[in-house]
């Protein structure tokens, strides 16, 4: 069964692209994540016109999970200048390889810790995050003008109230939209999602794995999540989902799963 506008992650047991392109195809999947936290997925890595010969091959096409660590609003202005440009770049390739989407998490920077509270340097240096926030809008818009592609902002393990305005800001452009990660969302009880479902509207993309208690990247149907909550959710803001599982045991059964349960 073809499962429209699902896909998967580039997993470690992939170690090349054919091999992650043939997988996604044999279990009818339409796309992968690429992400570039692994060293063959980096910008100067990925020969285009290989990437679009083997999207042509299998029959499927890319989005792109940008790297963890990016912080683009670092204080010290050659490590932003650096995550800045990655995303420049990553938008130009997302371009020659008709990529819609980059996933993208937000930074919660450095902290202090005080003899009584944990003070994140963001939070007290909220203005100056706020501007590195706008002035990467800004460059964001101006490097993907009216192309079809969205930067779309991932939960993670709670959003702090310096990140929940910062988002704010970046919805204000039609070039950002979310991410619902829903197994990161139960793993921290569900704290999450309050935010993203007052900003629904804005749901571009989920990345969809089960989870119990603290547990989480589990394949569909073995934890305690609500995934046909999330699947309805997904159909209606019309989403592209990922399977997010790590292993391929997990990926196949959370394939399984859908064809039985959709």
């Known amino acids: 069964m073809k499962l429209h506008n699902y896909g998967m992650p580039t997993l470690i047991e ?123 809008r800004n460059m964001c818009e101006n490097a993907i003008g009216e192309n079809d592609i969205k930067i779309c902002i991932e939960n993670c393990d709670g959003y702090e109230c310096f990140q929940k305005e910062a988002i704010e800001l970046l919805l204000e452009s039609k070039v950002f939209a979310l991410t619902f990660d829903v197994g990161h969302n ?32 589990l394949a569909l149907g073995t934890g305690e999540t609500d995934i046909k909550k999330y699947i309805d959710l997904a159909n209606e803001q019309n989403c592209r989902v990922v399977l997010e599982t790590k292993t391929i045991d997990g990926l196949k059964q959370s394939v399984e799963w859908l064809n039985k349960s959709i």
């Open 14 to 136: 992939t170690s090349t692209l054919e091999e992650c392109a043939k997988l996604c195809a044999e279990l009818g999947l339409d796309f992968i994540e690429l992400n570039m936290n692994l060293p063959q997925y980096q910008l100067d890595k990925i020969d285009i016109a290989y990437f679009n010969s083997i999207a042509d091959k299998y029959g499927i096409y890319y989005t792109i999970h940008l790297d963890e660590n990016l912080n683009v609003s670092d204080f010290n202005t050659y490590v932003a200048e650096a995550y800045i440009k990655t995303v420049a770049d990553t938008i130009k390739i997302a371009k020659q390889l008709d990529i819609k989407v980059l996933n993208m998490h937000m930074a919660k920077g450095v902290y202090f810790t005080l003899p009584d509270r944990k003070v994140l340097l963001f939070s007290e240096y909220k203005e100056q995050y706020l501007k590195s926030i706008i002035d990467f």
């Open 186 to 217: 139960h793993g921290i009880g569900g704290t999450d999602e309050e935010f993203i479902m007052k900003h629904k509207d804005h749901l571009s993309h989920i990345h969809l794995h089960d989870a119990k208690a603290r547990k989480n990247h």
